[in-house]
């Protein structure tokens, strides 16, 4: 998810360093599980992603069971115990993480190579849903959905994805939420924690194809679910949401519906960086943000509306392709973990992974022709505008929007 709040601040571009070259491979098997590795990186991150284990993929009655399951990440599951679970992974020197948004959820571990195979089966344990860990998965997530609620660019984000997708709506409402029942946290996991459609990624694999099988193997007995369709994509709507809060400071982003490629998103971005904006993207959406002073906040919406509404030259557009591009691939670069997410979305977006060659080709083959219609199509859309703090002098939706009809 990728997530707004981490994305609201505006990440420097970087030359990547010399890597050595990879070899990625990308297998489907029976159960509809994508397994992708390369055989470059001298670590092993081995990564389970769950595409519809995100919040947007909650009823009404569910709301907050996905940042709940993350919480429930390597518990008590298929005749093992939490403990057991635990002592496995730190036995080979594996440091275990788990993350959840919006739009997925991702359970994973760091190690050495020749241990990444032997834990796979780790990562798809069926859940036990032992009373005691689901106890403890409730109190972890309240205390991140408080720590959350009190960050005020996290309850931005928040407010952000409310006003473009709708407060009602599964992708609008918030994903920090402690409501969830012990019964809606396992009816979600049973349903979105399969197999099928899911995507494991593993870094520093030598032979692509007996790791294939190990997995095959020690997955044989995880929950494979239903044939999934494609998920429906959410409905951009645009609106408007506000939180007055007295923290001395408005705190104001405006996002559009961007680019579905996230190789045009990110270079939207970047033209919005070099235009002096703290530029940020999602999936499909992209906008500025601005912090500033009490005084200064009757004028932020009108510097955050003219970052964005004129259409960059074709020199700024190669600017930035080069830094779009250089981020990109120095993700590639920037560590096995942000490796295999890296290697994950190139699967969920476009089905395959073809390395850093591919990566940087689908940024050199962004045109200005194809800015300027990314742009075009984005100031036809109708704005979103979240606003949070000190805010009696920032400009209504109305207003703002009115700019760009």
């Not at 250089?326 to 295999?340: C, K, P, R, T």
């Not at 073809?354 to 200005?368: H, I």
């Amino acid at each position: 998810m990728q997530h707004i709040t981490c994305s609201l601040r505006s990440v420097p571009s970087s030359t990547p360093t010399a890597t050595k070259a990879s070899s990625p491979s990308v297998s489907t098997l029976p159960n509809g599980l994508t397994v992708v590795t390369e055989d470059a990186s001298s670590t092993s991150t081995v990564t389970l992603t769950f595409p519809n284990a995100g919040s947007s993929s909650e009823s009404v009655a569910e709301q907050g069971a996905a940042l709940a399951n993350k919480c429930l990440a390597f518990k008590s599951g298929s005749g093992l115990s939490s403990l057991l679970i635990l002592r496995n992974l730190e036995e080979d020197g594996a440091a275990p993480f788990a993350t959840a948004d919006r739009h997925g959820a991702t359970v994973g571990y760091t190690a050495a190579p020749d241990k990444a195979a032997r834990l796979v089966p780790l990562l798809a344990t069926t859940c036990a849903f032992e009373p005691w860990d689901v106890k403890d998965a409730k109190t972890i997530a309240g205390e991140e959905a408080k720590a959350a609620n009190s960050s005020v660019l996290s309850v931005l984000t928040e407010q952000l994805y409310g006003a473009a997708y709708g407060a009602q709506t599964a992708v609008g409402r918030s994903y920090y939420s402690d409501a969830a029942s012990s019964s809606a946290i396992k009816s979600f996991r049973e349903k979105a924690y399969v197999l099928n459609g899911a995507v494991l990624s593993a870094t520093g694999v030598a032979d692509h194809g007996a790791f294939v099988r190990s997995v095959e193997e020690g997955l044989s007995e995880s929950a494979v679910g239903e044939a999934s369709s494609a998920a429906a994509a959410a409905a951009y709507m645009g609106g408007e949401a506000r939180i007055s809060a007295p923290v001395g400071e408005a705190h104001v982003a405006l996002a559009f519906e961007g680019p579905k490629s996230t190789a045009l998103l990110n270079v939207v971005k970047q033209c919005l960086t070099l235009s002096g904006a703290s530029a940020f993207t999602a999936p499909a959406l992209v906008g500025v943000y601005a912090g500033v002073p009490v005084a200064s906040a009757s004028t932020v919406a009108d510097s955050l509306s003219a970052a964005v509404t004129a259409i960059p030259s074709n020199d700024v557009v190669e600017r930035a392709k080069a830094m779009a591009k250089a981020e990109a691939v120095f993700a590639l670069d920037g560590g096995s973990q942000s490796l295999a997410g890296a290697m994950t979305s190139s699967v969920l977006e476009t089905g395959s992974f073809g390395g850093a060659a591919q990566l940087a080709a689908s940024y050199d083959a962004v045109t200005p022709k194809d800015v300027a219609a990314a742009y075009t199509a984005m100031l036809k859309s109708t704005p979103s505008m979240a606003a949070v703090g000190d805010i009696a002098a920032v400009p209504y939706h109305a207003t703002v929007a009115s700019r760009f009809s």
